[in-house]
């Protein structure tokens, strides 16, 4: 798993019951949802995945987003590469749609070796 959208807020496993999309884990007051499965190295396509996660499921993000005290998390994880400078760019897009439900945005860099990178 490459990109994971958190869902965080009170009385959330009752309003899951009501969504067509299902998350992959919830504990307690945190849901989890798959955004993309692209590999650590394809930050592309995991932004593309995203992007298209937002629009295809806009009408269960904003009844979750509706809920009281309800806070997201979009985290897209990220090959560590061994540069001088790591610079991962956010598309417009992407952040206006995150942002139309409140959601922040994280970049989780994790070291891996060049086989599993993923292209990195």
Do not use: K
């Amino acid at each position: 798993m490459s990109c994971v959208l958190r869902i965080t807020g009170p009385q959330l496993e009752r309003a899951l019951r009501d969504l067509t999309i299902e998350p992959y884990r919830v504990e307690g007051d945190d849901a989890h949802f798959l955004v993309s499965d692209s590999d650590l190295g394809d930050f592309t396509g995991q932004v593309r995945d995203a992007i298209a996660f937002l629009g295809s499921h806009s009408q269960d993000l904003e009844r979750l987003t509706a809920l009281p005290e309800v806070r997201g998390i979009l985290d897209f994880g990220l090959a560590w590469r061994d540069v001088a400078a790591q610079v991962d760019s956010l598309p417009a897009e992407l952040v206006r749609r995150a942002a139309e439900f409140g959601f922040s945005i994280e970049l989780s860099h994790y070291p891996v070796s060049a086989e599993n990178s993923g292209g990195a």
